[in-house]
């Protein structure tokens, strides 16, 4: 079993930056992949991101690519998200979410942390 702890969330204005980063515990870091959810108010959790567990193979969604970027440091057991240029639509809880492959679909994950909020302002 893997707990998950989200921190760097925030409040910050539009084009600004924030990285996110969700520390593991319990079983090996790099025996899972790692992905990055998030869930903005009155809406589903939506697939923000993954990285594989050794290779660092990555996906983004569409709607943030070219400005989040995912990566992970097995030696720190911690996962990344660097987010720029940030916009209003990208307010939420973002979750890190642990699982044996790297997929964009809650259900390949088994472990998820708690959640970080991030609010982006006008």
């Known amino acids: 079993q893997v707990q998950l702890v989200e921190s760097g969330g925030g409040l910050v204005q539009a084009g600004g930056s924030l990285r996110l980063s969700c520390a593991a515990s319990?079983?090996?870091?790099?025996?899972?992949?790692m992905g990055w959810f998030r869930q903005a108010p009155g809406k589903e959790r939506e697939f923000v991101a993954f990285i594989s567990r050794s290779y660092g193979i990555t996906s983004h969604a569409d709607s943030v690519k070219g400005r989040f970027t995912i990566s992970r440091d097995n030696a720190k057991n911690t996962e990344y998200l660097q987010m720029n240029s940030l916009e209003p639509e990208d307010t939420g809880v973002y979750y890190c979410?642990?699982?044996?492959?790297?997929?964009?679909?809650?259900?390949?994950?088994?472990?998820w942390g708690q959640g970080t909020q991030v609010t982006v302002s006008s």
């Open positions: 319990g079983r090996t870091f790099d025996s899972y992949a």
């Open positions: 979410a642990a699982g044996q492959r790297p997929v964009a679909g809650e259900k390949g994950y088994d472990y």
